[in-house]
């Protein structure tokens, strides 16, 4: 069965504080991509990053880094010095398939990260 | 580039009607898919659409129903509306090649709102 789980409802920092998202997922493919969206309080989703599943290479991109490890099935994201704009649903999701293309994201329920100043 | 397109942004309806949201993608891409969100549920896929031909579909009843233009543009219908049906309906295009081109961009979606 495929399902992504955000064990995270809601996370609450002050400005600047680290905060890492947690994401854990299920599936039987042996291809298969997991992303991060962002949801601001516009309601558009927002995408930030998508792996595959060959692809364990973890990444830095500014603030933000990922760390994907199939051991066990976990794709966390990292906010580094958070900001009050980060304040967002963020959702993961997992995508099945050889190529990927199936156009079908399975969303985790989504964390709610609300920074402080 | 223009982003997806949603309208109409927001719609109330009462229970037994149908709506039709209407959807357009980024130009070029060729996939538009369906997603229903609403506190209880979340996310839900509805339905993929490509080349005017639906190739996936999510767990939804019939009264849920879609289409593609040839130009890509979709629409999604909802028949005898019911309470459960309000939501956040968002609509994603993605670019379909030969390469892992598949992050899914999403539109404002459409608040529906069944009274």
């Known amino acids: 069965a495929q399902k992504v789980t955000q064990a995270q409802t809601e996370i609450s920092v002050v400005e600047k504080e680290d905060v890492t998202l947690d994401c854990v997922y299920e599936t039987r493919d042996t291809t298969y991509y997991l992303f991060w969206y962002k949801q601001p309080p516009s309601g558009e989703l927002v995408f930030l990053i998508r792996r595959n599943s060959f692809d364990e290479q973890n990444e830095i991109s500014g603030r933000y880094s990922w760390n994907f490890q199939k051991s066990t099935s976990s794709f966390n994201f990292t906010i580094t010095a958070s900001q009050v704009v980060d304040s967002a649903v963020y959702f993961c999701?997992?995508?099945?398939?050889?190529?990927?293309?199936?156009?079908?994201?399975?969303f985790g329920q989504g964390t709610t990260l609300q920074v402080k100043p | 580039k223009a982003g997806v397109t949603q309208t109409p942004r927001y719609l109330i309806k009462t229970r037994g009607q149908q709506v039709t949201l209407s959807c357009s993608p980024i130009s070029g891409h060729r996939s538009v898919s369906w997603y229903q969100q609403t506190p209880g549920q979340g996310l839900q896929f509805l339905f993929e659409?490509?080349?005017?031909?639906?190739?996936n579909k999510g767990n939804f009843p019939g009264r849920f129903s879609g289409r593609q233009f040839s130009n890509s543009r979709s629409e999604m219908n909802v028949s005898t509306l019911e309470l459960g049906d309000s939501a956040l309906y968002l609509c994603a295009s993605s670019l379909v090649s030969r390469g892992p081109s598949n992050e899914q961009f999403f539109g404002p979606g459409t608040r529906l709102t069944v009274l």
């Open positions: 999701a997992l995508s099945e398939g050889g190529s990927g293309n199936t156009g079908k994201l399975i």
């Open positions: 659409y490509f080349s005017e031909t639906q190739r």
